[in-house]
């Protein structure tokens, strides 16, 4: 069982008639990857729980374990107060039709007045029935290519879920590590005199008329960069070792110099 720290309240998914125990375990995945646990099977047509679902679900087995099975659809919607129905074409039903972002953003508006929601799916091959449309709320739909509108049922849950869990305040598990902040102006304006005054010697700034020019444009090269004051220390090194030139052969260099006999 899913335990309650580790729960996030979320929309049910309601998976009707799957067909493949291998696509409820890879539904079960999606959903944990994004905090949702309500699983609900309408009538799964292979014995559930089954050793395929168990493997696909990759460790999602607190979804598994908690999912229930309803023998009606009515049962599984029973205590929604918003349902979604997915599809990938117009069905002729008076609904309004919302992407997986405004479908997020509803359910968890509904939620945040303590009622519940659920999104529902339909077969792998033929997807819902009009009369189990009939029974939604609204329509989901995604934007996909026209020409090939058919997704897995596991990619359908997951886009729903990821949605889901973006509208609900989620954010990414981590961000580039800053061994340093960012670089002050004063340390930035002292590179640019160190690098303008190698490139000088150097010959860069020719013709001579259009060095201002060429200054302007390396300094906003360097300021896009965001530099952080590592940054500044390290191109300042590079600066002054290329002004140094080279020191002599490398250690790779002098292996390859040394006579057979050396080497022996």
Not at 48 to 67: I, M, N, R, W, Y
Not at 100 to 113: F, T
Not at 114 to 142: C, H, P, Q, W, Y
Not at 169 to 195: Q, R, V, W
Request: one cysteine or more.
């Amino acid at each position: 069982m899913i335990s309650d720290s580790a729960a996030v309240t979320g929309p049910a998914i309601i998976l009707v008639e799957p067909q493949m125990p291998e696509n409820i375990g890879s539904v079960a995945r999606a959903m944990m990857n994004f905090g949702l646990t309500d699983l609900r099977l309408v009538r799964p047509q292979t014995k559930f729980p089954h050793p395929k679902a168990v493997a696909l679900a990759s460790g999602a087995l607190g979804v598994l374990d908690a999912a229930r099975v309803c023998e009606t659809l009515e049962e599984a919607l029973a205590d929604l107060t918003l349902v979604f129905a997915t599809t990938a074409r117009e069905r002729g039903q008076a609904k309004a039709v919302d992407g997986p972002a405004e479908a997020a953003a509803l359910m968890r508006h509904h939620i945040g007045n303590g009622e519940k929601t659920g999104v529902m799916f339909g077969r792998e091959r033929i997807g819902l029935e009009n009369d189990e449309i009939s029974m939604a709320d609204r329509v989901l739909t995604f934007p996909v290519n026209p020409k090939f509108k058919s997704l897995n049922l596991a990619q359908a849950v997951l886009l729903v879920s990821y949605e889901w869990f973006k509208a609900a305040g989620g954010g990414l598990p981590f961000d580039m590590p800053s061994t340093s902040g960012p670089a002050e102006k004063k340390h930035l304006t002292a590179f640019f005199a160190h690098i303008e005054e190698a490139l000088e010697r150097a010959g860069f700034f020719n013709p001579e008329p259009r060095k201002p020019i060429m200054v302007r444009n390396l300094r906003n090269i360097f300021h896009r960069l965001g530099l952080s004051e590592a940054d500044i220390r390290t191109l300042h090194g590079v600066v002054a070792a290329l002004e140094e030139g080279p020191r002599g052969p490398s250690r790779r260099d002098r292996r390859k110099l040394k006579s057979p006999e050396e080497e022996g």
